[in-house]
Nanobody, 123 residues
Framework: VQLQASGGGLVQAGGSLRLSCAAS????????TAWFRQAPGKEREFVAV????????VYADSVKGRFTISRDNAKKTLYLQMNSLAPEDTAVYHC?????????????????WGQGTLVTVSS
């Protein structure tokens, strides 16, 4: 499956953005899908995941209550609604798809990745 992330940009602290990740070429509905982010000089970190079966969602503590992950299987698209953005949210955001639910916070568990979209939050 191929993934294409979009929706990043420059926003002031306290603002909102919605990221999208369009899938093609595979059975999107059968994959667990997640968002990760990578800030300059830092390792890629888990942001949120949504399970293919049942739609269970899990969030990193740093975004809980501010970000919402969702998906539309008919449109083969994953979303990340980001509210109350802060400068520490600045990063390249990547979408990912994988077949396994265990260790969902580990990038190595995902076999498919989008190219990333840059989110910059100014103070």
């Amino acid at each position: 499956v191929q993934l294409q992330a979009s929706g990043g940009g420059l926003v002031q602290a306290g603002g909102s953005l919605r990221l999208s990740c369009a899938a093609s070429g595979g059975a999107f509905s059968g994959y667990n899908t997640a968002w990760f982010r990578q800030a300059p000089g830092k390792e890629r970190e888990f942001v949120a995941v949504i399970r293919s079966i049942g739609g269970t969602t899990v969030y990193a503590d740093s975004v809980k209550g501010r970000f919402t992950i969702s998906r539309d299987n008919a449109k083969k698209t994953l979303y990340l609604q980001m509210n109350s953005l802060a400068p520490e949210d600045t990063a390249v955001y990547h979408c990912a798809a994988g077949a396994y639910w265990s260790d969902y916070e580990r990038p190595a568990k995902y076999g498919y990745w989008g190219q990333g979209t840059l989110v910059t939050v100014s103070s």
